[in-house]
């Protein structure tokens, strides 16, 4: 079963750096770009970056270029998406999600992991 | 501001039939770019109900249907049900901003 699993909740203070992950499984890891999905608590969906694991080239979105660093690591299957320094603003729910089609970035999403939140409050 | 316009709501009694746009530009739905559509519960991920602007997954009621034309999309249910109720997505890409994967603001679809 092609599938996308994400690393539990996390509640952090403002300033604190934080790393969630997605694990993938039951497909070719190396061939599909991975998204991942920003929603803030009763908002919509936004796009923020992706990675593709073949040759770990990445993609942001003007929105969060520089906020944010999307890494993956083969060996394991696992993407990864980091903050240096966490803002009360970074409080939502995050998805990663993977394309339909191989190599293309733009197509739809038709997995998707079970989303990590993530709670930013001193 | 989304780059994609959606209806904040949208709403309709059983039966009836609804339709949500997804308004773009030159730069994305304009240059060609598929359109996709989601579904999305409250506390649950999204789920691709449309693909390829008319493309139904496996398993998606053909009551769900998709288009697309110039800038603009539609996603149209007819048969309307309660179970329909959901928050509505629509995806495409834009050429314009540093080559990035767009979603519209999102319809949040009530059944009477």
């Known amino acids: 079963e092609v599938q996308l699993v994400q690393s539990g909740a996390e509640v952090k203070k403002p300033g604190e750096s934080l790393k969630i992950s997605c694990k993938a499984s039951?497909?070719?890891?190396?061939?599909?770009?991975i998204a991942w999905v920003r929603q803030m608590p009763g908002k919509g969906l936004e796009w923020m970056g992706a990675?593709?694991?073949?040759?770990?080239?990445?993609r942001y979105s003007p929105s969060f270029q520089g906020q944010v660093t999307i890494s993956v690591d083969k060996s394991i299957s696992t993407a990864y998406l980091q903050w240096n320094s966490l803002k009360a603003s970074d409080t939502a729910l995050y998805y990663c999600?993977?394309?339909?089609?191989?190599?293309?970035?733009?197509?739809?999403?038709?997995?998707w992991g079970q989303g990590t939140v993530v709670t930013v409050s001193s | 501001q989304s780059v994609l316009t959606q209806p904040p709501s949208v709403s309709g009694a059983p039966g009836q039939r609804v339709t949500i746009s997804c308004t773009g530009g030159?730069?994305?739905?304009?240059?060609?770019?598929?359109v996709h559509w989601y579904q999305q519960f409250p506390g649950t991920a999204p789920k691709l109900l449309i693909s390829?602007?008319?493309n139904r997954p496996s398993g998606v009621p053909d009551r769900f249907s998709g288009s697309k034309s110039g800038t603009s999309a539609s996603l149209a249910i007819t048969g309307l049900q309660a179970e329909d109720e959901a928050a509505y997505y629509c995806?495409?890409?834009?050429?314009?901003?540093?080559?990035?994967?767009?979603f519209g603001g999102g319809t949040k679809l009530t059944v009477l």
């Open positions: 999600a993977r394309p339909t089609t191989i190599i293309v970035l733009e197509d739809a999403f038709n997995i």
């Open positions: 030159s730069s994305n739905i304009g240059a060609g770019y598929d």
């Open positions: 990675i593709y694991p073949g040759d770990s080239g990445t």
């Open positions: 039951g497909y070719r890891f190396s061939h599909y770009w």
């Open positions: 390829g602007n008319s």
């Open positions: 995806q495409s890409y834009d050429s314009s901003l540093s080559d990035s994967v767009v």
